[in-house]
C-alpha cells in the first residue's frame, strides 16, 4: 500500500539520488575493515584540548551570548578574522563579503536554491566532488562534465564545454577530490579568461588548500580573477564566489564552513541559508573563533600536515611495492585523496565486493563523473588510517587486484 | 551594471523573500528599544554551567569522535532519547522514525525539498509561522489559509480548503507562533478524521509544548493520528510528521532539533539532509545527549515555566492596565507570543515607525498572513524582556496606541 507520503513524494519532480558512499561506509563500521573508503580526517590530529579551553572561555565569559539565536551572515568576530584571512592581494573583501554556513555541503545547496533551475546545466570537472552533484540534483541541475589531466581541466574541452552555456563553472583547484590533481597556475589564468570571455562565473571550492605536503602555494582563481580585473576599487565584486572550510584544517563535526562572494550573491546566500536553517551554531562559531586566535592555526596546520604528508608517502611508497604493472595512480602534492586507474576491461565496483572479503573499501571512481564512465577508477583516501594500517590495507588490496588481473 | 551573477539570479524562477522580520531586529540591536519583537528564550534560563559540564565530559571522554564527521540520521543515543520521549501510548516510533535536524527551520526546508513542487499549495493556518512560508517560498510554494479563532483552524473553513487538494497541512497546535493560540482537543479529533477523509497528511509543527503555564497538556496530532487509525502493528506509520526542537528548551545556539516521520519519509529525509548539509554538529548533539541525562529536562523545564509564565502574567497584566478598550488580545496558556488585534482602521506597521521612536518594538501581524491581511494585527513576545522591561515597553506601546486612536 502506498501512503500520503509515499504517494506525495512521487509527485516531487526533482528527487535525491541516494548515495553510494553511505551505503558504503556502513561496511567500513565494522573494525576490521580497514577503509580508504571515507574522506574523514584523522582524529588523532583533532584540537581536542584547544577545543576543551576554547569552550570554557567562550561559556564562563560569553555563555548567555553563546547559546541564544544569532544573526544568519555568522559570528562578526570569526568573519573579521576570515576578511584578514581571504583579503589577501587587495580583492577588497569586507564583511559584506562573507557568510558563515553549517559546512560547505551548505554552501553547496545554497548555491543551488539560489541558482538553479531545473534542466540548468553546470560545468563541473570529471570526476567532481560528489557532495556537489547531491546538492544540485535536488534542484534538477544537468551537467557539462569536462576532463581533467594531471594539470586539471584540460583548456580545449574547458572551452568547448563553456560555449554549450553553463549557469556556472565549478571547481575544486588544489587537491582535488576525488583525484587530487591541482589546477596549475597557467591553466588558472586560462580559467579565469574564458570564464570572463563567455562571461560564465565560478564556483571555486577550496577545501584543502592549507593542506600541502611540498611544493608552493598557488593563487585561488578568486585572487587572480581580481588581479586580471586589475580593478583598484577596492570592491570585491568579480567572477567568482569562493568556499572554504573548517573541516579540514579545524574539525568537521563542528560544522563550520564560510563562503566569499560579491556583496549582491551574499544577501541572496543570507536569504535562502535564513530559510534553510537561520544560522549556523553561535557556540561552535565562538569555539572557532576562540581556538583560532593568537595564531594556533598556522602551528596546527603544520602538525596536520606532518601526519597527512607522511601517510601519503607511505601509500605511494606501498603502491609502488606492492601494485602490478598496468596500474596508474595520482600523486598529489596535498589534500586527502589520490586516484587510482585500472586496466580498461577491470570494473572497480566488482573489484569493491571483493576487497571487501579481504577486509578493504575504498570508493569505486564511476560515482564521481557526472554522466558515467570511470568504471576503472577507484578513489584513495589516505588521512584517516594510520600508517600500519594503509601498510596492511594496501597489501591487502593489491592481492585483490593481482587475483582479479589474473583471472 | 548587472553581473554575471545578478543576471543568473534574476533568472531562477523560486526567489527568496526578505524578511521584515530581520530587518525590524537590526533596530532591535539598540540597547534602548525595549523589543517584544524576536522571538528569543530568555538567555537568563539557559543552562550554561551544565552545559559547560557536558562540554568537558564529551570533549574528555569521546573528544575525538565529537569532533569528527558523522551519520546523517544523528548521534545514536541521541536519537534513542528521542524515542522513548516520543513514543507515548505505545505509536510504535523506533529509531528508524527519528532524525536530527540543524534546528527546525531546516526541517522545514528539508519537507519543501522533498515534497514541493513549483504551484503546489499547502494547507496553512493563518495567520502562521513565518520561518515556515519562507522555507517553502523558496521551493515555489502557495498557500491556502485557514483562519482561527481562540481554538484554532476553523472546522468548516478547514474542511473547504481541504477540498482544494492541499499537498498537505501545516500546523502549530500548541500556543502557535505567532497568536499563541491552542488547537483543542475536539478539533485535533476533528482535523485528523478531515485528514483522513480528504487523504492529505499533516505536519505537526511543535515547538512550544512542553511550555505551558497553566491547564493540562493535550495530546499531539500525532498520538491521536495513532490512537485514530487503531494500528496495533506497533509501526509508526501514519499520517502525521511531527516535528519539535531544543531550542526552547535547551538553547537555540546549538541548532539541535529532531523530525519524527514514517521510516519511508525519514528515508527522503535523510537523503535530502545529506545534500543539505551532511549531518548535524556532531559534538552539539553529544552535549544535549549529556545536558538530558539523569532527569535535568523534567527540572530545567520548570525553571523555564517559572520564568516565562510569570512574564506572561506580567505583559497580560500591563496590557489590561494601559490599554485604551477597542483592542483585544490572546491570552496564551503557554509558549513566548501573544497577539493583539487593534480596531480595523489601524495599520500595525505604521504604528511599529512611531513605536520605534518611543523605543519600543513588536512585529506587524500582517506578515504572518500568506495571502495578505491582518493589518491591524501585532506579534507580541513576552519570554525574552525582564519583567521590568515589560511593563515599562507596554507603558510605552501604550502611549503610542493611544495617541494613535486619538488621532
Chains 1, 2 share one sequence.
Not at 583560532?292 to 607511505?314: M, P, S
Not at 589534500?335 to 569505486?364: C, H, R, S, Y
Request: hydrophobic share 40%.
Amino acid at each position: 500500500m502506498i501512503t500520503p507520503w509515499e504517494y506525495r513524494y512521487a509527485l516531487r519532480t526533482q528527487r535525491m539520488s541516494s548515495s553510494i558512499i553511505r551505503e558504503i561506509l556502513k561496511f567500513a563500521q565494522d573494525p576490521e575493515i580497514i577503509s580508504f573508503a571515507g574522506g574523514l580526517p584523522a582524529p588523532d590530529v583533532f584540537p581536542v584540548e584547544q577545543v576543551n579551553e576554547a569552550c570554557n572561555r567562550v561559556l564562563s565569559d560569553f555563555g548567555p551570548q553563546a547559546l541564544q539565536y544569532s544573526t544568519t551572515e555568522g559570528f562578526v568576530p570569526l568573519r573579521e578574522m576570515l576578511v584578514s584571512m581571504t583579503d589577501r592581494g587587495g580583492m577588497g573583501v569586507n564583511l559584506d563579503n562573507i557568510i558563515i554556513t553549517t559546512g560547505s555541503q551548505q554552501a553547496l545547496d545554497l548555491l543551488g536554491k539560489i541558482f538553479i533551475n531545473p534542466g540548468d546545466r553546470i560545468l563541473v570537472e570529471s570526476p567532481t566532488y560528489l557532495g556537489a552533484l547531491q546538492a544540485w540534483n535536488a534542484y534538477g541541475a544537468e551537467y557539462i562534465p569536462v576532463p581533467l589531466d594531471e594539470q586539471g581541466m584540460v583548456p580545449d574541452a574547458l572551452e568547448e564545454a563553456l560555449r554549450k552555456g553553463p549557469k556556472f563553472i565549478y571547481v575544486l583547484p588544489n587537491f582535488q577530490n576525488p583525484t587530487g590533481v591541482t589546477l596549475s597556475l597557467e591553466r588558472r589564468k586560462i580559467l579565469v579568461e574564458l570564464a570572463d570571455k563567455y562571461g560564465i562565473p565560478i564556483v571555486e571550492d577550496d577545501p584543502y588548500s592549507k593542506l600541502r605536503y611540498e611544493g608552493e602555494d598557488i593563487p585561488p582563481i578568486v585572487l587572480l580573477d581580481s588581479q586580471y580585473r586589475n580593478d583598484d576599487k577596492h570592491i570585491f565584486n568579480g567572477n567568482v564566489i569562493y568556499l572554504n572550510t573548517f573541516s579540514k584544517i579545524l574539525a568537521p563535526g563542528l560544522r563550520l564552513a564560510w563562503v566569499v562572494a560579491p556583496a549582491d550573491v551574499l544577501k541572496k546566500l543570507v536569504q535562502a541559508k535564513q530559510g534553510a536553517d537561520l544560522h549556523t551554531s553561535t557556540f561552535n562559531q565562538m569555539i572557532a573563533c576562540e581556538v583560532f586566535k593568537d595564531g594556533f592555526l598556522d602551528r596546527h596546520i603544520e602538525v596536520i600536515r606532518d601526519v597527512y604528508g607522511n601517510r601519503r608517502n607511505i601509500m605511494l611508497e606501498a603502491l609502488k611495492d606492492n601494485f602490478p604493472t598496468g596500474i596508474e595512480w595520482t600523486k598529489p602534492k596535498g589534500g586527502m585523496f589520490l586516484w587510482i586507474t585500472l586496466p580498461e576491461n577491470m570494473n572497480a565496483t566488482d573489484l569493491l565486493f571483493k576487497a571487501i572479503d579481504e577486509k578493504v573499501a575504498f570508493v569505486p571512481g564511476e560515482h564521481f563523473h557526472p554522466l558515467g564512465g570511470g568504471k576503472n577508477t577507484m578513489r584513495m583516501n589516505f588521512s584517516n588510517a594510520t600508517p600500519e594500517k594503509i601498510k596492511e590495507g594496501i597489501a591487502r588490496l593489491a592481492k585483490v587486484v593481482r587475483r582479479e588481473m589474473a583471472a
